[in-house]
């Protein structure tokens, strides 16, 4: 199981026990943490983590599924964290014989109705000259900034070092 932490400037509703709180209690509700999906307007929050890094490690991964219940597509654009310098959305992908990474300039696109999986090898967040090292069992703040829904706090759950998944789920 994992902690994951979700707040907006939108009123949050949280997927699990918390789908039928009135609007007037989420909008009380700045912080929460939730063993299952958190929900912030129109998009649902799963499985987020890193991975824990060696001491002097300047780079870290951030991995999460992001459902977009909306008619339209929304956008992430990037994101920010106090545990680095710079957050960026990132793509692995084969050249070749040879895997290359590379910034996504414009984001990646959340479609109506679908889900991204920012993932190991694939589509990921960069967490760009970390701080400190990223240790197991702590979390991770995160702000995702997306082009409709705006700033999302997000936590990330470090798990060990050659994780591909919280676990959860699965």
């Known amino acids: 199981m994992f902690a994951l932490l979700a707040t907006s400037v939108a009123s949050p509703v949280w997927a699990h026990d918390h789908a039928a709180m009135s609007k007037g209690d989420a909008a009380k509700m700045q912080k929460h943490e939730a063993t299952d999906a958190v929900k912030v307007g129109n998009l649902v929050f799963t499985d987020a983590f890193t991975r824990a890094t060696l001491p002097g490690a300047k780079v870290g991964g951030g991995y999460i599924s992001i459902t977009n219940e909306a008619k339209e597509a929304d956008r992430l654009l ?21 895997m290359k990474m590379r910034k996504l300039a414009d984001g990646v696109e959340i479609p109506a109705g679908g889900t991204v999986e920012l993932e190991p090898g694939g589509m990921h967040l960069m967490l760009l000259e970390i701080k400190q090292p990223l240790k197991k069992g702590e979390d991770v703040p995160v702000t995702l900034e997306f082009e409709k829904a705006g700033k999302v706090e997000i936590k990330l759950k470090v798990e060990a070092a050659g994780a591909t998944s919280t676990g959860h789920g699965q």
Request: aromatic share 0%; glycine share 14%; no cysteine.
């Open 78 to 98: 990037g994101g920010s964290s106090p545990a680095a310098a710079r957050v960026e959305v990132h793509e692995m992908k084969m050249d070749g014989e040879v």
